[in-house]
């Protein structure tokens, strides 16, 4: 039964990426020395709660080129789209740059390494962009440095085995990519209290992994009919990307351990319960299931 129960949070959760409005895409261009990358449907209009990543990188002492030559994305309070270009290979990485409507850019990163991040959200579209890289070229233009103020952006690393995530005491629909850790014999499970969605242009992103780059596991906001209350992941990290406020995540881990030297235990959990009281003081309960594999005899076999 409780095989059952992971398996189908996450069946459940990758059934809603099946649905989920908007482009997804990604792009593993770290073999390439030079190429482009583009909002989906450039020239014409991206689609609303779109997700896109794209990964550069060349060989070691050498250093990569990027240049926006057109840059047409919607902007405007209250929501925002963005795109962010990363120093290095992970969307954990230091920032170069947050840009919005913008003629021509060009950024250089200092190592062999850069990724880009664009996502849009529920309500408004635009043209796009287009963008050129290559390594060690002759820079024409003057560094791109960051554009937008950093305010409307944040990211956290969680490495604690329990606890909340709680955005309502967000000024704004601030864009946040939060990156949760636990030990590696461990899964993270993820309860979205849905009720606190009171703006319908909250949105989030559950991401099975440690980087934009990793499945997603649910694409889900205020608009949704169906939307997961549990999802678990399949290894010891997961990544929230989200933009809007007033919405609680509360996460707590799950022990999975195979033991192959019996045929009797085939697998234990320690599945760690958080509570909340009124004052949001965490209580945790530990609960240890234990699952047996009973060998099964034929009649008349000794």
Known sequence: MFYAQILGTILFGLLQVMFACGEQCYADLRHETRGSITSPNYPHPYGSMSFCYWKLQTNEGNRLHLRFQR????????????????NDSTCMSPVMAIIAEQPQFEYVSTGNKMSVLFL??????????????????????????????????CRHELFEHSGKIDTIVLPKYVLCLRRITVKPQYRIRLEFIRHLWRNPLTWVRTLDGDDCSSPILASMHN??????????????????????????????????????????IDSTFLLTTAHLDEADAIFLTDHMITKFNRPTHEAGAH
Do not use: W
């Not at 840059?71 to 795109?83: A, C, G, N, Q, S």
């Not at 050129?132 to 791109?144: C, D, L, S």
């Open 120 to 153: 849009s959200d529920s309500v408004n579209e635009a043209e796009g962009f287009t963008g050129r890289f290559e390594k060690n070229a002759i820079v024409t233009q003057p560094i791109g440095q960051t554009l937008i103020d950093q305010q409307d952006f």
């Open 223 to 264: 608009t949704s009919t169906q939307t997961p209350n549990v999802i678990v992941s399949s290894g010891n990290q997961v990544m929230l990307v989200s933009q809007g406020h007033r919405f609680r995540v509360k996460y707590t881990t799950v022990y999975f351990h195979c033991v192959s030297n019996t045929h009797e």
């Open 71 to 86: 840059v047409r994305i919607y902007h405007t309070e209250p929501l925002k789209d963005f795109v962010v270009v990363f």
